[in-house]
């Protein structure tokens, strides 16, 4: 299942990315909001790059941005292979990429925590995030679908719910 998730995951991330992105766009044409260079910016400071003032090399931004993204997938592909699947599992997700992001931007130094945050950024990032999370899902359980119902949802077709008196399912070999 793992093996199958990983490419699953980094489809489903980057598709989720490219989701997120194009909405991003469209947001920064309607509100006149910059361009982030945080991600480039955490990245550097991951690889121990020099930063330079201002703007961040785009290929720098770029990567991080979708390779995050990609990687961050993984973790939504291995719960839709799981059997958790749609928009309670994608919820649960967005909170994962959401401290994905925090924990890196804190611990480099290149961001401050969500609550400290003007109002506005932090409804905006949580707006984009969420379109992530729900558009790397959708492609997620899509594929993990094809497998078959995940072990999660096997164990709740034998009685729906969680419940002490339900053994768990024997280990497949």
Not at 34 to 42: C, G, K, L, M, T
Not at 47 to 69: F, S
Not at 120 to 138: I, N, P, Q
């Amino acid at each position: 299942m793992v093996k199958r998730a990983v490419w699953q995951g980094l489809v489903s991330g980057a598709v989720g990315t490219v989701v997120m992105t194009v909405g991003e766009k469209l947001e920064q044409r309607v509100t006149g909001r910059p361009d982030s260079y945080v991600p480039a910016r955490v990245l550097e400071r991951l690889l121990g790059i020099r930063e330079r003032p201002g703007p961040q090399p785009r290929a720098v931004n770029l990567a991080m941005h979708y390779g995050q993204g990609a990687l961050a997938g993984v973790v939504r592909s291995l719960m839709a292979n799981a059997g958790m699947r749609g928009p309670v599992a994608s919820t649960l997700f967005a909170a994962v990429r959401l401290s994905n992001d925090q924990i890196l931007e804190n611990a480099t130094g290149v961001g401050a925590p969500p609550q400290t945050w003007p109002r506005r950024e932090l409804v905006v990032d949580l707006l984009h995030k969420s379109v992530y999370a729900f558009a790397t899902g959708l492609v997620a359980d899509a594929l993990a679908a094809r497998g078959g119902p995940g072990p999660g949802q096997r164990h709740a077709g034998l009685r729906p719910g969680r419940r002490s008196d339900v053994g768990p399912l024997p280990q497949s070999r």
